[in-house]
């Protein structure tokens, strides 16, 4: 959990670097919207073979992989920023090659947490790993945009994330999994289409995590935060660092919440609601010209969010059998990197076209408009609830 936590931070702090570089250097919003697609892109092409890596290979090992590639990617943009470098196309670059990073570490890192606590905890670690998750969200925004602040480059931003990628390297190496992953056959293709088959007969995992591409990828409004800290709200680059810190602080919450007094019943209503209650925040967040307004709606949208999250990876964590688990996750992490980075670059497109504010505000729209649409097409969601028992405890 340290190293996913050390993992998580050194992401953001580096989001927060990169974004606030690349509009300083061209001033487009545009710009922003890339900068997600640079990093999505990869997951595209590789999500069949990482899933497969995932089932077939030692999750902990690729995760140790993952964490030194991460600081190399790192490394190279503090070596770029040193030079001072007056163009983005390379930073481009770099992230696309930590994108690539990111399509093997995420089927792994979400397939190895079932090897570390038993079916009947698994709920309950989702919700702890999840606060985990949402505090370094909170940190690391903050920390990236202070120290972006203090020196008024993204230079030391950079050499903390490759630090702290290095660390959660090191913890991983002293990481013992509880249960053993089952070793698995040779690669085939019929095997690497497995997760996509599943998912298309699983009708309740199709609509959970496609819930979460469709709204996010409309509400997501993270890649405008630069223009709205610079020229919006006017509070620059530890500003910024707050705004992004702001969902992550309401997500953290909800969390310790959810982990003392977890969800047992309505799991699917209640997801339903609370990315309808997302979709609302994210409008009144794009209306606002208050800075306490606008982090009390970015906090509710991250609280709504978190438990949209705790539900979804509960439901298909334990309703997927063990060794398709890599596969499966690799399907979702599709689905939230299109949610997450693609959402950012239909943001910077909607920005360019319709201005700022209006893509805010149509974007939290459009995720209301989803919650209507799937509670009509897919019932299912609306009586889903997790299953006491994994399949493979069932066996």
């Keep these: 959990m340290i190293a996913r936590f050390l993992v998580i931070m050194s992401s953001e702090m580096q ?3 990169v974004a606030w570089q690349v509009y300083a250097l061209t001033h487009r919003p545009l710009d922003l919207g890339l900068v997600g697609l640079s990093q999505f892109l990869p997951g595209i092409f590789l999500f069949l073979v990482s899933g497969h890596a995932a089932d077939r290979y030692r999750r902990k090992r690729i995760l140790q992989s993952c964490c030194v590639a991460f600081s190399v990617c790192s490394v190279l ?12 196309y390379p930073i481009y670059g770099v992230l696309l090659l930590n994108g690539v990073v990111r399509a093997f570490n995420g089927p792994a890192g979400q397939a190895f947490l079932p090897l570390l606590v038993e079916t009947e905890h698994f709920p309950n670690a989702v919700a702890w790993s999840s606060s985990l998750f949402q505090a370094a969200t909170i940190l690391g925004p903050m920390a990236g945009g202070i ?34 992953q089952r070793p698995r056959e040779g690669a085939s293709l019929g095997m690497v289409l497995e997760g996509l088959r599943y998912i298309w007969r699983n009708k309740l995992i199709l609509g959970t995590i496609s819930l979460d591409l469709f709204a996010v990828l409309l509400g997501g409004a993270v890649a405008l935060l630069p223009v709205y800290a610079r020229e919006i709200l006017n509070v620059g680059a530890s500003g910024l660092g707050l705004l992004r810190s702001a ?3 309401g997500a953290v919450v909800i969390a310790v919440i959810v982990a003392h007094w977890p969800l047992r019943r309505h799991q699917g209503r209640v997801m339903l ?18 800075l306490p307004l606008s982090l009390a709606a970015l906090a509710l ?11 979804r990876h509960t ?21 939230i990197g299109a949610s997450n980075e693609v959402g950012q670059f239909e943001s910077g497109i909607t920005a360019q076209w319709f201005g700022t504010v209006p893509a805010v505000v149509l974007g939290g729209a459009g995720a209301i408009l989803v919650v209507a649409l799937w509670a009509r097409l897919l019932p299912e969601l609306r009586g889903a609830a997790a299953p006491e028992r994994s399949p493979a405890a069932q066996r």
């Design 77 to 88: 943009l503090l070596a770029y920023s040193l030079r001072g470098g007056a163009s983005v």
């Design 247 to 249: 969902p992550g602080a």
């Design 315 to 335: 439901l298909v964590q334990l309703a997927t059998p063990d060794e398709m688990r890599g596969r499966v996750s690799a399907v979702n992490m599709v689905f």
């Design 301 to 311: 949208s991250g609280a709504f969010d978190m438990i949209s999250v705790i539900v």
């Design 273 to 290: 609601w609370c990315v309808l209650g997302y979709g609302v925040s994210i409008i009144v967040f794009g209306l606002s010209r208050s």
């Design 147 to 180: 120290l972006y602040g203090w020196r008024g480059s993204p230079v030391v931003v950079y050499a903390a994330s490759a630090v702290g990628y290095f660390a959660a390297f090191a913890l991983l190496s002293a990481t013992r999994p509880q249960i053993a």
């Design 15 to 17: 989001s927060v670097a």
